[in-house]
């Protein structure tokens, strides 16, 4: 019963260049045409901001970025049937997850996918607006969301 399974603690990262665009990744491990955003779980005894900047280094390889906006409350979703019992090794029915928006300082050539343990096949920078359509469905609404606590600091400079 998917309804007993806990939500898995975690942060989400829009990352914007001095132009606004958003910073999208393309996982390794899909098999559907899907970009996502920086995200991860929160570690036990970690705070929401510190997991967030942990998770930039990790999934983009730098560092040069700093937090900008913080939603207000979490928000959720729910993975789809075929992925439950499967993503997270089965422990989670979905995510809960604080968001945050963060600057970067950097120039292209600091992003490194290349970690210690590759997230993401391939980057870009989109625009906001595009960004709905290139997410998997199941996380849209939650994306929905996050553009709409973002949009006015994601803006160029």
């Given at each position: 019963?998917?309804?007993?399974?806990?939500?898995r603690?975690c942060?989400?990262?829009?990352?914007?260049?001095?132009?606004g665009?958003?910073?999208v990744?393309?996982?390794?491990?899909?098999?559907?045409?899907?970009w996502?955003?920086?995200q991860?779980?929160?570690?036990?005894?970690?705070?929401?901001?510190s997991?967030a900047?942990?998770?930039?280094?990790e999934?983009?390889?730098?560092?040069?970025a700093?937090?900008?906006?913080?939603?207000?409350?979490?928000?959720t979703?729910d993975?789809?049937?075929h992925l439950?019992?499967?993503a997270?090794?089965g422990?989670?029915?979905?995510?809960?997850?604080?968001?945050f928006?963060?600057?970067f300082?950097?120039?292209d050539?600091d992003?490194?996918?290349?970690?210690?343990e590759?997230?993401?096949?391939e980057w870009?920078?989109v625009?906001?607006?595009?960004?709905?359509?290139?997410i998997?469905?199941?996380?849209?609404?939650t994306?929905?969301?996050?553009i709409?606590a973002?949009?006015?600091?994601a803006?160029?400079?």
């Amino acid at each position: 019963m998917t309804s007993n399974l806990p939500y898995r603690p975690c942060v989400g990262l829009m990352l914007l260049n001095q132009s606004g665009q958003v910073f999208v990744g393309k996982r390794i491990d899909q098999t559907v045409e899907g970009w996502q955003m920086p995200q991860g779980g929160i570690d036990a005894g970690e705070d929401p901001r510190s997991a967030a900047l942990r998770e930039l280094k990790e999934e983009t390889g730098t560092d040069k970025a700093k937090i900008i906006g913080e939603m207000d409350g979490w928000l959720t979703y729910d993975l789809p049937k075929h992925l439950i019992g499967v993503a997270f090794h089965g422990k989670y029915r979905g995510q809960r997850q604080k968001w945050f928006a963060l600057r970067f300082s950097g120039q292209d050539s600091d992003i490194d996918l290349h970690t210690h343990e590759p997230e993401f096949a391939e980057w870009k920078w989109v625009d906001l607006a595009a960004l709905p359509q290139l997410i998997v469905p199941f996380k849209r609404d939650t994306y929905a969301s996050v553009i709409a606590a973002f949009r006015e600091i994601a803006k160029p400079l």
